[in-house]
C-alpha cells in the first residue's frame, strides 16, 4: 500500500503531456533571430494592439466626459456661489 502511493505521487500530472513545445520555424513559434516573426505573428500582434488602442479610445472618451460635466458643475456652483454674496451684500460685486 505504501508503495502504490509513493508511485502515484511520483508520476507526472498527464495534464501538461499533452501540451505541444512549437519548433523553430513553424507558424506561431517564436522567431530564433530575435525578429518580428513570421506574418501570422505581426497580423495578430497588429490586431491585439488595434483592439488595446481601441479600447484605451474609449476609456479617453469617457474620461473627457466626465471631466466636462464636472466642470459644469462646478460652473454652476460657482455661479450659485457669487448669487449668494451679492444678495448679502458684504461683498461690492
Do not use: V
Not at 511520483?10 to 507558424?27: H, Q, V
Not at 497588429?46 to 472618451?61: S, V, Y
Request: hydrophobic share 30%; glycine share 8%.
Amino acid at each position: 500500500m505504501f508503495r502504490t502511493a509513493i508511485t502515484k505521487a511520483a508520476r507526472p500530472s498527464r495534464a501538461f503531456s499533452t501540451a505541444r513545445i512549437m519548433l523553430a520555424g513553424e507558424t506561431g513559434s517564436p522567431p530564433s533571430t530575435g525578429g518580428q516573426g513570421d506574418a501570422f505573428q505581426r497580423r495578430e500582434r497588429a490586431n491585439e494592439d488595434f483592439a488595446i488602442r481601441k479600447i484605451e479610445q474609449e476609456k479617453l472618451k469617457a474620461l473627457r466626459e466626465k471631466l466636462r460635466q464636472q466642470q459644469a458643475h462646478i460652473k454652476e456652483l460657482s455661479d450659485h456661489i457669487d448669487e449668494l454674496t451679492k444678495d448679502q451684500g458684504g461683498e461690492h460685486n
